[in-house]
């Protein structure tokens, strides 16, 4: 399985970005994805996850701020990142877990300028 993140970049405080993270391999969707960042010293968290029903959670610092999204039929998860803070700059991994594995994705960098 492999899983290839894309939509980082540099953005203004306030501004905006989109995520996507598509899979491929011998994988269904009966699985949760999502999203984890990664700021420099500090250790990797959650940033949201969304089951194979639909379920989202979300860490704190980002509800009201960020969506999680899927589209089963393209293997694909989207982060929509709105109202960004410098605050939110780290490296984002996508994540794909199913009951007999988990993988992760190589990163994205995404850095808000102040």
């Known amino acids: 399985v492999r899983l290839v993140e894309s939509g980082g970049g540099l953005v203004q405080s306030g501004g905006s970005l989109r995520l996507s993270c598509a899979a491929s391999g011998s994988i269904d969707s009966n699985n949760s994805m999502g999203w984890y960042r990664q700021a420099p010293g500090k250790r990797r968290d959650v940033v949201a996850v969304?089951?194979?029903?639909?379920?989202?959670n979300y860490a704190d610092f980002v509800k009201g701020r960020f969506t999680v999204s899927r589209d089963d039929s393209k293997n694909t998860v989207y982060l929509q990142m709105d109202s960004l803070k410098p605050e939110d700059t780290a490296v984002y991994y996508c994540?794909?877990?199913?009951?007999?594995?988990?993988?992760w994705g190589q990163g994205t960098q995404v850095t808000v300028s102040s």
């Open positions: 994540y794909a877990g199913w009951s007999y594995a988990d993988y």
């Open positions: 969304i089951t194979h029903r639909g379920q989202t």
